[in-house]
């Protein structure tokens, strides 16, 4: 399978703890992204990565996030000292930015990682 | 600030009817809209994606249409079917942003 991953899935824990997620994406794709999506929501995005550069940070990427794309590959986005409002469905995009300044590019999401703080 | 607005926030249709979705955005000065198909605890599935220079965009029994003047987009599902139940979410890209605004989405439900 060729597409964007993401792992875990699902995961639980408990308020104050730290959680990492992962994602893969296509291997050719130069851009990174990762949303938030609550309940009943449409994503927001979060931050984005060309290669390995953090380009954009959207203001709901608290100082208790963290994300990193170290070798312009696959990236990881961290949250420390968990709350219980950073519940949500956390997804992963990649697409392929070529040059010539047009912004064609279609994004291709990953399954998502939900996340439940208790 | 873009705000994508989608209305309505549910459909329920039976088998075999065409039916519309609607998406309204703010700020016409976008570069494309996307709509996206998203099945329960899923990822997001592109289904298609208007240039701001075009007018519409067909795949199969998928026709959306762009209007960036008046702000709105629609997309018209042919002969609905029960795999077709699914959230449709519509996004817009603007120039020079690279996040996308996207609506709260549309619910929808195909009876056979």
């Known amino acids: 399978d060729t597409g964007v991953s993401q792992n875990p899935r699902h995961k639980i824990t408990k308020r104050g703890q730290n959680v990492t997620f992962r994602c893969d994406p296509i291997?050719?794709?130069?851009?990174l992204y990762w949303y938030r999506q609550t309940l009943g929501q449409g994503p927001e995005f979060l931050t984005y990565?060309?290669?390995?550069?953090?380009?954009?940070k959207s203001r709901l990427l608290s100082d208790r996030f963290s994300a990193e794309r170290p070798k312009g590959s696959f990236s990881t986005l961290e949250i420390q000292r968990t709350e219980q409002g950073d519940s949500a469905m956390y997804l992963c995009?990649?697409?392929?930015?070529?040059?010539?300044?047009?912004?064609?590019?279609?994004?291709?999401f990953g399954p998502g990682t939900r996340l439940l703080v208790l | 600030k873009q705000e994508v607005t989608q209305i309505p926030a549910a459909l329920s249709v039976p088998e075999g009817e065409n039916l519309v979705l609607n998406c309204s955005f703010t700020?016409?000065?976008?570069?494309?809209l996307q709509w996206f198909r998203q099945d329960p605890g899923k990822g997001l599935t592109s289904l298609l994606l208007?240039?701001?220079?075009?007018r519409e965009q067909t795949s199969g029994r998928l026709n959306a249409s762009l209007d960036k003047s008046s702000g709105r987009s629609t997309l018209y599902i042919a002969a609905s079917q029960p795999g077709d139940s699914a959230t449709y979410l519509c996004?817009?890209?603007?120039?020079?942003?690279?996040?996308?605004?996207f609506g709260a989405g549309t619910r929808l439900t195909v009876k056979p």
């Open positions: 995009a990649s697409s392929l930015r070529t040059s010539g300044g047009d912004w064609k590019e279609t994004q291709y």
């Open positions: 291997s050719e794709h130069n851009r």
């Open positions: 990565f060309q290669n390995e550069a953090q380009l954009e």
């Open positions: 700020d016409s000065a976008i570069y494309n």
């Open positions: 208007i240039q701001s220079s075009q």
């Open positions: 996004a817009v890209s603007e120039p020079y942003n690279n996040d996308m605004r």
